[in-house]
Structures are given as C-alpha cells and as structure tokens.
C-alpha cells in the first residue's frame, strides 16, 4: 500500500467530516459571522429601510480575540448580507460592545453638507494596558460614518469618557430624550449602570447610578445595558436591561431587566430584585435595534461565556437569537407587577411554508407530529385547553433527544438537553434549566423556533422565554408530543418548515 494516498485518503475523510458537522450546525434561520468568533451585536440601527448588525468579532480566529466590529445588514431581520468589517483596533485598544445613532439635527457637528452622521459609540479595551496591570483600559469613543454605515472615520479627540480608573468601565447604549434635548448614555461600570447625558455626543456628564449589592444579581459584573421605554395603556414606563455573567437562572451569562421610571436623570426601579429575560442558558448580551420608533425589537448573542469558545463549531463561533419585539405585559394590580414579554418578529411569517395543522388531538398516547428529513428549521406553534404536564421531543435515530416541556405540578417549562447529542465539551452543558410560568390561565400558547443546533421556546404569549443550544450527533429527525397524565389537549397545532435564510 503506497503511504501517500492513504495520508491524503485520511486528510480528505477528517476535513470532509470536519465539513459535514460544520454545516449540520450552521444554522439555517440565524445569523453567525461568515468565519471566525462572534460574540454580543452591537450598534444596532434601521436606517432607511435597512437593519444594521455590527457584532464583536474576531475575524483571525473562531474564539475571542482583539474584537472588531463585524457588520451585516439585512431589510427584513431575516436575510442578512455579509458587510465588510466596520470597525477595527487601533492605538486606543479593541473595539468592545457600544451602540449606534443616527445625528439627525447633526448635533454632533460631524455630519458634512446633508449628510446625515451615523454615529457609533463603544468601548476601547487597551490590551497592553490590561496586561500591564493598569486600571484605565477601558475608555468610550465614537466614530462616525456619512454613507450610511459603509465605512467609518475615527473621531479624533477620542476617547470621549475617560474611566476613572475603573477596570470595568464599558458598553455605552445611548438613544436620544427628548424632554431634555439630550443624548443619554447607559454604561456598565461593575456592580451598576451609570447614566451620562450629552448635547452633541462628544462631551459626556454623568447624570446619576443605579445598582449596586442591593439591586439584582453579582455574581459577575454587570454588561451590555440597555434602557428603553414602552407604553402600557398609553402610559410609558422604562426597562433597564442589564447583562450579568455569571449569575443566570441557566448558569453563566445571562439578562436580567428591571421596569421603573426614568426622568432623563434617574432611573428608578419599581423594583430591586432581577427579573429574567430568558430563561434558556443561550441568550446574552441582548440590546434593542435604535432608530426604530415606538417598536423595541432585541437580539442577543446565542450562546454562553461558560462554554461560548469550545462548542463543537469550529470554522466560526456562535450566532444571533431570533430578533424579538419587547412588549410590557401588567400581570398584576400594583406598578411592580410588570412582565418583559418576547415575541419572534412578524417577519419570520416571510419563510414559513406549508406545514401540518391539527384541531382537538388527545394526549392519551404519545402524538408524533413529524418524521422524516431533519427537523431544522421549523416551529411549532400549539395551543393548549389545559395546561397540564406534557413534553415535546426532538430526536434521531441514535436517541439522542432535546426535551421541551411543562410540569404542572411546579408550574415549570424546562429543557432538558442532557442527551442531546455532543455535550461532553463542557460540564455545564449536559443540564435541564427550568423557568417559571407566569400566568395561572388554563390555556396555554406555545411557540417554538428549531434550528440545526438551537431551539427557542416562547410560551405564554412570550411571557416565559427559553433559548436553548444543542449540538447532536446527527440531526433530529422526528418530533412528537405526549402527556405523562394523559389528560392534556390540544386545541390546535401547527408544524410549518422555514425557509433556509441562505
Ligand atoms: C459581554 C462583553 C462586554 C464586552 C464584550 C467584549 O459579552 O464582555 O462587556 O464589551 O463582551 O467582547
């Protein structure tokens, strides 16, 4: 046997199945960066109608680096297009998390003629500084970009706040308020978020903080605020998202939000114990698109800071959760009793095709919905009489299987993703992480989104959320539903096929 075949026989066989996992978890219906590491989305903006997703990125490597600025646009949140690299390290440090605006009123006077400034503003980490041991390697800049986010100039008296020496000084998320003509600034600044207000984006006073042991969840540093109004019966309220890792109900990063007032000065929270976004282990770092009106739509980055650099994709790392509009729901009488509910966009209706309906299906034995090619992607959409216990099953012909259910007992969803297929990456990742149901109501509405390597789970009308990554060995061909108890109905079900986005 001549040895050489035979080492390129062996080379062609590992890089093929190098290959086939690749694209059996490249998502079909999410973003993920073309190559290379992607962690939060940063600076989103809709600006003449087109979604911008810039994204911390490492464009040399598929785990964290020196972060760029990734950049995709997309006119639907669904179909992205791959841009060229938005922002890059320079002698300032690496460009972190931060948002954009659009200047409008060109208050920052960086805008020429009539065109408009688009104006991003994050944080530069100074890895040499870090390293050196120092305490101010974290400082905000902007850089600005007249056509549109094609290409940007760097503001050249940067940076625009400097940390007072605070090792943890970052994620600036700024929108406009009205009231006061000012531009206002939520940062995280360890253990709080610290507001700034500014006339024209360049010179920064800070107005006030808001956090600290006696507010929320510390097991980890505060990241990534955001802070957006919605309208309850035509009173508006305020939610200030705060990005916490570790400390997530799933373990390791994930969002908490406090609802409260807010005065252009202060923010303050109807009440100090964290409330969860999501209660999946796979939704981090989410902020809200800016430029888009009344309507706050988020995503986060799909993945967790426990296990996040060695999750069995190795061409590129990590993706976008499915956008969502963020909606206000009062679950009670007193002002505390509000709820953050999240809901797919409308637009995936734009991919959805043919599919399986049925009306009044007992669970007296187990109901198989579909079986055939791989699952992904698909939703199903049910609707329940009772909410008694019952379980939705994704699995392959090896047994490998992702569980999706409720417990009435404890008024619980949870998934169970234990034997899901690969998991044996991370300790953390082979695990069954719960949520709580909101509503006492015996009806119940479920929506799930399955992708190649991601299930999100949005029950009650959005109220209770679950983001979930698996990654199985081959991919899930059949799904069905049944009911410990026997007693659960389904009223009315819908399995519909999306689209692969590519
Ligand atoms: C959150 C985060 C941010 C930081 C960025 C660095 O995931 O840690 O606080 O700006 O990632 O990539």
Redesign the pocket.
């Known amino acids: 046997m001549q040895i050489r075949p035979l080492f390129i026989a062996i080379f062609l066989l590992i890089i093929g199945s190098k290959s086939i996992a690749q694209k059996q978890y490249r998502p079909a219906i999410h973003f993920t960066p073309p190559a290379g590491w992607m962690?939060?989305p940063n600076g989103m903006i809709y600006l003449n109608g087109v979604y911008h997703l810039f994204y911390?990125h490492n464009p040399n490597a598929s785990v964290?680096g020196p972060?760029h600025w990734g950049h995709a646009t997309s006119k639907d949140l669904i179909h992205w297009k791959h841009k060229k690299i938005a922002l890059y390290p320079d002698s300032l440090g690496t460009i972190?998390?931060g948002s954009a605006v659009l200047d409008k009123n060109n208050t920052s006077g960086l805008g020429v003629g009539n065109k408009v400034p688009l104006v991003a503003i994050y944080?530069q980490h100074s890895m040499e500084g870090e390293k050196a041991g120092r305490n101010d390697f974290q400082n905000q800049s902007i850089s600005y970009s007249l056509n549109g986010g094609k290409s940007f100039d760097t503001y050249k008296a940067n940076p625009i706040i400097k940390t007072p020496n605070l090792r943890d000084f970052?994620?600036p998320k700024v929108f406009w308020y009205e009231p006061t003509s000012r531009w206002i600034m939520s940062l995280?600044v360890g253990d709080h978020i610290e507001f700034y207000s500014s006339a024209n984006l360049k010179e920064w006073k800070k107005e006030s903080e808001v956090g600290g042991p006696t507010m929320g969840v510390h097991d980890g540093n505060w990241?990534?605020p955001d802070l957006i109004s919605l309208d309850v019966d035509g009173k508006k309220h305020w939610v200030l998202i705060v990005?916490v890792?570790p400390g997530a109900p799933a373990k390791g990063?994930g969002t908490q939000y406090f609802v409260g007032d807010f005065d252009g000065h202060y923010f303050k929270p109807y009440d100090r114990a964290a409330k969860w976004m999501d209660y999946g282990a796979d939704n981090?770092?989410g902020v809200t698109w800016s430029n888009t009106g009344d309507q706050k739509i988020l995503a986060g980055?799909m993945s967790n800071?426990l296990y996040a650099q060695v999750v069995p994709t190795e061409e590129w790392r990590s993706g976008l959760t499915i956008p969502r509009v963020l909606s206000l729901v009062q679950t009670g009488h007193s002002n505390n009793d509000f709820l953050l509910a999240s809901k797919p966009i409308q637009q995936l209706e734009k991919i959805t095709k043919e599919g399986i309906i049925g009306n009044n299906i007992s669970l007296s034995t187990p109901y198989l919905i579909y079986k055939k090619q791989g699952l992904a992607a698909s939703r199903l959409k049910l609707s329940l009489d009772t909410a008694n216990s019952f379980e939705i099953i994704l699995s392959n012909d090896l047994n490998e299987r992702f569980i999706i259910g409720y417990n009435h007992n404890t008024a619980q969803f949870y998934i169970d993703r234990i034997k899901s297929g690969i998991t044996n990456f991370h300790p953390d990742f082979a695990a069954t992480h719960f949520a709580p149901r909101f509503v006492k109501s015996q009806s119940m509405d479920i929506d799930l989104i399955i992708d190649k390597a991601s299930v999100e789970l949005f029950a009650d009308n959005g109220l209770t959320v679950m983001t979930d990554l698996f990654f199985s060995t081959k991919p899930y061909t059949k799904i069905e539903v049944r009911a410990a108890d026997k007693k659960t109905n389904i009223k009315s079900l819908r399995f519909k096929r999306l689209r692969n986005i590519f």
């Open positions: 962690n939060d911390q964290w972060m972190f998390s944080t970052r994620d995280a990241e990534c990005n890792n990063s981090y770092a980055w800071w």
